[in-house]
């Protein structure tokens, strides 16, 4: 029904930027909120940061908010990850995800709808 595809992951050094992308297609109208969420090797799904599609709520750890930050463009269908002052630590697989409720925003469970992630690698 719906389908997410992220892209613009890519390996990075230390301090640099990269803007993550998830396009959208598919039956949409019932989205309401999409996140982003980065495994790393031998770690959990961990929540990134999310938006309601509406732009009202936006929502993520308090870890993230000083260098990630989440938009769309709701003409384009398309979710965005904007990350500054990388960390080797950020090394992870980054997924998009999509759901049609506006509560829990950062549960991986609740999300419906999850692209095939996207790998960022950074380099000390």
């Known amino acids: 029904q719906v389908q997410l595809v992220e892209s613009g992951g890519r390996l990075v050094q230390a301090g640099g930027s990269l803007r993550l992308s998830c396009a959208a297609s598919?039956?949409?109208?019932?989205?309401?909120?999409m996140a982003w969420f980065r495994q790393a090797a031998g770690k959990e799904r961990e929540f990134v940061a999310a938006?309601?599609?509406?732009?009202?709520?936006?929502q993520n750890p308090d870890s993230m908010k000083g260098r990630f930050t989440i938009s769309r463009d709701r003409a384009k269908n398309t979710l965005y990850l904007q990350m500054n002052s990388l960390k080797p630590e950020d090394t992870a697989v980054y997924y998009c995800a999509a759901k049609s409720t506006t509560r829990d925003l950062g549960s991986p469970g609740e999300y419906t709808y999850w692209g095939q992630g996207t790998q960022v690698t950074v380099s000390s």
């Open positions: 598919g039956r949409t109208g019932s989205t309401f909120a």
């Open positions: 938006q309601t599609w509406g732009g009202l709520k936006t």
